[in-house]
């Protein structure tokens, strides 16, 4: 039987810990940002620059396009209408308007043609006095206008009221009436009736 001469105290617990960052690893980490960052840094720089190279050449275009803006409007302003073509245009309206004044002349003549003289002559028929006789008829902007003669002075008037009652005349006013006799000539007379409408105008 042996005695123990020797008492061990290691224990491991003495050991020192071991650090996870470590001096080198510290440094390769503060390296590794300082690198990023620059790199990041560099890029955004790039980026600015450029941006701002483009909005100066775009502010140089949009001083470009005020100035020719301005020019324009300044030519604009002093641009003068051409004359001939300013004739051309003032003759083209008359002509026109007096063609558009023509077709309604015609229209209102045709109307009048194919309607109112057929009309007109029944009406005269209805009327008609065997002292009286009409040598002209004359028709002008709704204005009717008779010319004959008569055998007894005293049927005119007569006729004159009998003319007022037809269709054809219904509306209208008789606005002058002249008789005159020659030598041995029948009583002539002179008959215009207008519209009542236009003679209130």
Avoid: C
């Avoid at 083209?92 to 003289?117: D, F, V």
């Avoid at 004959?148 to 009436?177: M, Q, Y």
Wanted: aromatic residues 8%; proline residues 2%.
């Amino acid at each position: 039987m042996t005695l123990k001469t020797r008492v061990n105290l290691y224990s491991d617990t003495l050991l020192p810990q071991v650090q996870m960052l470590s001096f080198k690893r510290l440094t390769r980490v503060l390296v590794f940002m300082l690198v990023l960052f620059a790199m990041a840094n560099s890029a955004s720089y790039i980026l600015v620059s450029g941006l701002e190279a483009d909005k100066r050449v775009l502010a140089k275009q949009k001083i470009s396009l005020d100035k020719q803006k301005k020019s324009l409007e300044v030519a604009m302003g002093k641009r003068a209408p051409y004359a001939k073509l300013v004739e051309q245009v003032d003759l083209l309206t008359q002509q026109i308007e007096l063609k558009q004044m023509l077709m309604g002349e015609l229209s209102q003549r045709e109307a009048l043609t194919s309607h109112g003289y057929s009309m007109l002559f029944k009406d005269l028929a209805r009327v008609a006095n065997s002292h009286i006789w009409l040598n002209r008829i004359r028709v002008e902007n709704n204005e009717f206008i008779f010319e004959g003669f008569s055998s007894a002075p005293n049927s005119v008037p007569l006729w004159v009221e009998r003319l007022k009652s037809t269709e054809t005349l219904k509306g209208h006013a008789f606005a002058f009436l002249s008789m005159s006799r020659g030598e041995d000539k029948p009583l002539a007379f002179t008959l215009t009736s207008k519209a009542e409408i236009e003679e209130a105008k």
